[in-house]
């Protein structure tokens, strides 16, 4: 099974800054990775997909990169709705898994 | 619009059973490939179970297999978790979730449904 570890586990930053959101898998995932944006009481949303695809309505300020093991979602401006926790989840091998999330909060 | 709508969660003693349902709606159901995935109370998220669109494809992880049975019913627009002997750690929020491409299996999950909570404890 494919391990995902993220970094930071919390992100304390204010709006209008920009966010740098780590994960990396314990063996190459190709490009076969994605990120979730989840708020508290609500089901997770679909962000970036195939580690650099918008997903239908996804606003440009939210960008992935990365290939192989280590992956990057980037939030150019934070807007007040973007606080929330972030998931990346790979989809290379059999189990699909999920990384431990990093929560971006407010400073 | 696409939504999808857990129901059947609830509180069952260790070892019991418990049935979850998805329905669906707002789009060819019969075209997608379904998963459930769990998440825990102030946990992270874990992928429970797939079905392939015509059903004959399924997958589980090995926490659930040989305790949990996914089906679909096409016909019915729904998505079922039969969960038998029940543990504690299999308490959280379970959510149907929709895989981003039709007809081909993706492994991403684009719509999830809002959750049901199932909660193991005597």
């Known amino acids: 099974e494919i391990v995902l570890t993220q970094s930071p586990a919390t992100l304390s930053l204010s709006p209008g800054e920009r966010a740098t959101l780590s994960c990396r898998a314990s063996?190459?995932?190709?490009?076969?990775l994605a990120w979730y944006q989840q708020k508290p009481g609500q089901a997770p949303r679909l962000l970036i997909y195939d580690a650099s695809n918008r997903a239908t309505g996804i606003p440009a300020r939210f960008s992935g990169s990365g290939s192989g093991t280590d992956f990057t979602l980037t939030i150019s401006s934070l807007e007040p709705e973007d606080f929330a926790v972030y998931y990346c989840?790979?989809?290379?091998?059999?189990?699909?898994?999920f990384g431990p999330g990093t929560k971006v909060d407010i400073k | 619009q696409v939504q999808l709508v857990e129901s059947g969660g609830g509180l069952v003693k260790p070892g019991g059973s418990l049935r979850l349902s998805c329905a669906a709606s707002g789009f060819t159901f019969s075209d997608y490939y379904m998963s459930w995935i769990r998440q825990a109370p102030g946990k992270g998220l874990e992928w429970v179970s797939y079905i392939s669109s015509s059903g004959s494809t399924i997958y589980y992880a090995d926490s659930v297999k040989g305790r949990f049975t996914i089906s679909r019913d096409n016909a019915k627009n729904s998505l079922y978790l039969q969960m038998n002997s029940l543990r504690a750690e299999d308490t959280a929020v379970y959510y149907c979730?929709?895989?981003?491409?039709?007809?081909?299996?993706?492994?991403?999950?684009?719509?999830w449904g809002q959750g049901t909570l199932v909660t193991v404890s005597s």
């Open positions: 989840q790979q989809r290379s091998n059999w189990p699909v898994t």
């Open positions: 063996q190459s995932v190709s490009s076969y």
């Open positions: 979730a929709r895989d981003l491409a039709a007809v081909a299996a993706d492994y991403y999950f684009d719509y």
